[in-house]
Antibody, heavy 119, light 109 residues
Framework: EVQLVESGGGLVQPGGSLRLSCAAS????????MNWVRQAPGKGLEWVAN????????YYVDSVKGRFTISRDNAKKSLSLEMNSLRAEDTAVYYC????????????WGQGTLVTVSS | EIVLTQSPGTLSLSPGERATLSCRAS???????LAWYQQKPGQAPRLLIY???TRATGIPDRFSGSGSGTDFTLTISRLEPEDFAVYYC??????????FGQGTKLEFK
């Protein structure tokens, strides 16, 4: 069974940093692109970043470029999102998701971890 | 930047009725990369349709997708109580790499 479990969320002050993790199981992690998607409270979905199978390609939404870094450890079957210079507008539930092999969309999602940026 | 606009914002229907949800793109998108997701409160999104019209694994056949170019539709033929949720369309393409519609809330009438 495919499972994605996020961790690392919490309350952080504006300008602070946080590192999110996503533990994957039930599939060959190293064979898939992986993504982070976020959802602000009561709002819609926003794609944040993705990374290819060996970590050599990374893409970001403009609003997080230069502040967030996506990475992965295939040996540990883990995906990470390093978030720096956090702003109030980064407050959201952050989901880890898998891009499925047959296309570009996301077939499995974790349950999410909440990041709150507030003083 | 491709913007996806979903309509209506809220759709009020009863179980057994047919639901038609629209997703319109600001410019043409590839049908191969147009997807629909369902999200229930407190849960992660679930992939329903990809490639504009292909049901994901385990999705009932009352869900169907259609469309091309800039206009896409998700149809639920006969609503079941568990179908009341928020639905999002998504495209893969140019900057941003992925974009989502703002969602359609399907609620009990």
């Amino acid at each position: 069974e495919v499972q994605l479990v996020e961790s690392g969320g919490g309350l952080v002050q504006p300008g602070g940093s946080l590192r999110l993790s996503c533990a994957a199981s039930g599939f060959t992690f190293s064979s898939y692109w992986m993504n982070w998607v976020r959802q602000a409270p009561g709002k819609g979905l926003e794609w944040v970043a993705n990374i290819n199978q060996d970590g050599s390609e990374k893409y970001y939404v403009d609003s997080v470029k230069g502040r967030f870094t996506i990475s992965r450890d295939n040996a540990k079957k883990s995906l990470s999102l390093e978030m720096n210079s956090l702003r109030a507008e980064d407050t959201a539930v952050y989901y880890c998701s898998r891009r499925f092999a047959a296309g570009k969309n996301f077939d499995y999602w974790g349950q999410g971890t909440l990041v709150t940026v507030s003083s | 930047e491709i913007v996806l606009t979903q309509s209506p914002g809220t759709l009020s229907l009863s179980p057994g009725e047919r639901a038609t949800l629209s997703c319109r793109a600001s410019q043409s998108v590839s049908s191969s990369y147009l997807a629909w997701y369902q999200q229930k409160p407190g849960q992660a999104p679930r992939l329903l349709i990809y490639g504009a019209s292909t049901r994901a694994t385990g999705i009932p056949d009352r869900f169907s997708g259609s469309g091309s170019g800039t206009d896409f539709t998700l149809t639920i033929s006969r609503l079941e109580p568990e179908d009341f949720a928020v639905y999002y369309c998504q495209q893969y393409g140019t900057s941003p790499l992925y974009s989502f519609g703002q969602g359609t809330k399907l609620e009990f009438k």
